[in-house]
């Protein structure tokens, strides 16, 4: 099957975990605060978990019942009920007396089981207005949804918002929203409203560069069209935060042209994945990413044709 923007776009209307309801009318969510901080060369790092997400494997482009069984197995995953549980990881990166957050979760928009990557800023005595800088890897309701308080305002009161030009560009193109089926629209207007209340302290980058002190923006384009990864220098140690470059930590390393129906051009999701797993195994980087499973922290090993994951050792108590 070929997806393009309008079925993308459909079956995200159409999947039964994402609710499109307003956000002022949202009832706050239940989930508890879970989060993972270490100490990465000059940078105090935080992983907060969001929650998670089923995703059924009917949304996967190319998926084999048989194959991904015998990948599961080697692996040592599971799979519940036809359906990838796929954790929603937002991050906190102190450095230099800043405090820069790299996605925000869903908040509201998402439904039940996810929206505590605020309660996990509290857990760790992080206040919302404490926040200086906010990247978005891209403009997804899993990723943006966390920038609106319960009231509809920013959530984030003193934050500069830094997203590229590219993603800013595809959301707020009319002519591609009057493209999309109505049942699609939900997703323009979350992104919007998402981002409405940053539009006098926003900063939009123009390709690969500085997004922020010691961070810098990598092009991913595919899963999104300005769909971005960033780079941490902290002094001398580096970390990758790759967005959405893989969805199921399970399954994606193995089957690496396995596409999911949330991805805006499939082709060039999976170049841009080869890309960057074939730079992370060669740079031997330490990688995080918005879905891997938490705490989210590893490298990529080369297995054959395609890859594996190594998670890294869980720093406790650090
Ligand atoms: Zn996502």
Known sequence: MTINRRSLLATFAAAPVLTLGGVAQAATTGAGAITHGFTLGDARVTVLLDGHLPVGTQLINGYD??????????????????????????????????????DTGTAQLMGPGLGALHAGLAAVGVAPDSIDTVLLTHMHPDHAGGLLAADGTAAFAKAELVVAQREWDFWHDEAILASVPEGSRGFFDMARRAVAPYADRLRLLQGEGQAAPGLTALDLPGHTPGHTGFMLDAGGEGLLFWGDLIHST????????????????????????????DRAVADNLLVTGAHLDFPALGRVLRQGTTYAWQPAPWQFGL
Not at 67 to 90: E, F, K, S, W, Y
């Open 250 to 277: 399970a399954l994606q390393f193995a089957e690496p042209g396995w596409t999911i129906a949330f991805d805006d051009d499939p082709a060039l999701t999976v170049a841009t994945r080869r890309r960057m797993l």
């Open 65 to 102: 019942e048989a194959r991904a069984q015998q990948v599961l197995a080697q692996g040592l995953h599971r799979m519940q009920d036809n359906a990838l549980t796929i954790p929603v990881n937002g991050y906190l990166v102190e450095r230099a007396g800043r405090r820069v957050l790299i």
